[in-house]
């Protein structure tokens, strides 16, 4: 199909309040699907080399429920008031040539998060493989592999049926995610609560303010890294009222929720993957179980985020008359690739790919949120949006605006001082302040800063 063949919702327009046709629990079902991948484990694991138990826990929650705020903040007002996804809400603050940087971030944060989750399933489906003595440990590269291709073939022939097939899937993954995991949570707090009562974290400084805010920062970066899913699902919502309770509830609670698993399983086991310690506690059956779950907390992300990905790449002007199948294979052949020729490299670097979204999106959501609140007042020009070159409403100056580059560079420049992404070095007062929430307010004063002094001055970007 072409593009002007595909439905409405694969076109990459704004989408009519007649076309946005989700109810709050359809938003909220694929929200949850969405928020609880294979991810959730590691970002337990990552709290737990810091934190015990009961602080995790904590951290999890507080950090998680800040960066969805953030996030919520910066994309609910615009994307489902206009019905228009998170690529398209960026031009107005970055211009017509500048909101490039932003399919960038989206597409390299997405191959991301969906090749974490192919190689955690893979080395899950290994591990059962060799705990129930079907496989032999020298074969689980190989197995890793195997699933990566498998999972991307079968996220290619569901994304064919479009947003149908992002609907159909999530509805019926819903009952899986919500059901198995919560009995999984169950059945690691009950039969280790005693061992986990005193596990004690790995990594831990002497800091206890550091560990803390440390657990918080990873739970805050998790989140805002799902900006560049979110436009794309609450769009299809018909108000921003009808958004905000299920964001903040489905996505900002889930994700935390589930990263117990993880955090408990780190902390007791010394593996964020729970599926060896389900097997040795209720055979293969258990096993089988908890790869239910994985393999539906992989596919469901997954399918989000190719999805949200295509819709991203409808923008780019190469792309505008592409075929919706050429669409998805342009945002999943870079995810299997990873998945396939360097899983181990790219799943060993889970903690600087966390600081790296903390780098670029906390200031780009600082940057919108800003934006809508304290300048346009909610309010765009839509049809400036999709036009493009001299004269229009978001040319600024070549396409691009001074104050969105020089927010982002301020934004990434303070979260560079405050923490290091590689080594998580750090600087005062990052103890106290997380690097994420410095990074988003300097970028945000600096964006209001230079909008107001030259952009609004100069009559650029269609500021009433």
Do not use: H
Not at 141 to 151: D, E, G, K, N, P
């Amino acid at each position: 199909m072409s593009s002007t063949q595909d439905s409405v919702a694969e076109s990459g327009w704004p989408l009519t309040v007649k076309d946005r046709t989700w109810t709050t629990r359809q938003l909220t079902v694929v929200l949850l699907v969405t928020a609880c991948g294979n991810w959730s484990y590691l970002i337990g694991q990552y709290v737990a080399f810091y934190l015990d138990f009961k602080m995790g826990v904590s951290a999890l929650i507080a950090g998680s429920m800040i960066g969805m705020l953030m996030l919520t903040l910066a994309v609910v007002p615009m994307s489902t008031k206009y019905g228009i996804d998170s690529i398209a809400a960026s031009k107005p603050q970055f211009g017509n040539r500048g909101w490039l940087i932003t399919v960038f971030l989206q597409y390299a944060s997405i191959i991301g998060w969906n090749t974490l989750l192919l190689v955690f399933f893979g080395k899950a489906v290994a591990q059962a493989l060799i705990t129930l003595g079907l496989a032999d440990p020298e074969s689980s590269l190989t197995i890793v592999r195997i699933v990566s291709a498998v999972t991307c073939i079968v996220v290619y022939l569901v994304l064919l049926r479009g947003l149908k097939g992002l609907e159909a899937a999530s509805n019926l993954l819903f009952v899986v995610v919500v059901g198995i995991g919560i009995w999984m949570l169950y059945q690691l707090l009950s039969s280790n609560a005693e061992a986990l009562a005193v596990a004690k974290p790995s990594m831990a400084s002497p800091s206890l303010a550091w560990n803390y805010v440390t657990g918080v920062e990873i739970s805050i970066v998790s989140l805002l890294g799902f900006w560049a899913y979110f436009g794309t699902i609450v769009r299809e919502s018909p108000s921003p009222s009808k958004s905000v309770l299920p964001s903040m509830l489905a996505m900002g609670l889930s994700l935390p929720l589930l990263s117990i698993v993880g955090l408990a399983a780190m902390l007791v086991l010394q593996v964020p993957d729970p599926t060896a310690w389900l097997v040795s506690l209720g055979g293969p059956l258990y096993g089988l179980i908890a790869l239910l779950l994985i393999m539906a907390a992989n596919l469901g992300p997954s399918l989000a985020g190719v999805y949200s990905t295509a819709i991203g790449l409808r923008r780019v002007p190469a792309l505008g008359e592409a075929r919706w199948g050429t669409l998805i294979l342009f945002s999943i052949v870079p995810v299997a690739a990873v998945g396939i020729l360097i899983p181990e490299e790219f799943f060993s670097s889970f903690g600087t790919f966390l600081a790296f979204i903390g780098v670029f999106f906390a200031p780009l959501c600082a940057i919108q949120i800003a934006d809508t609140f304290l300048l346009r007042r909610n309010s765009l020009n839509v049809r400036g949006i999709y036009q493009d070159g001299p004269g229009t409403p978001y040319e600024f100056w070549g396409g691009f605006n001074p104050a969105a580059l020089l927010a982002m560079a301020a934004g990434f420049s303070t979260y560079l001082y405050l923490l290091n992404p590689v080594s998580y070095e750090s600087r005062w007062p990052y103890e106290y302040t997380t690097a994420s929430l410095p990074a988003a307010f300097v970028a945000g004063i600096v964006f209001v800063a230079v909008t107001r002094l030259l952009v609004m001055r100069m009559r650029k970007g269609d500021y009433k």
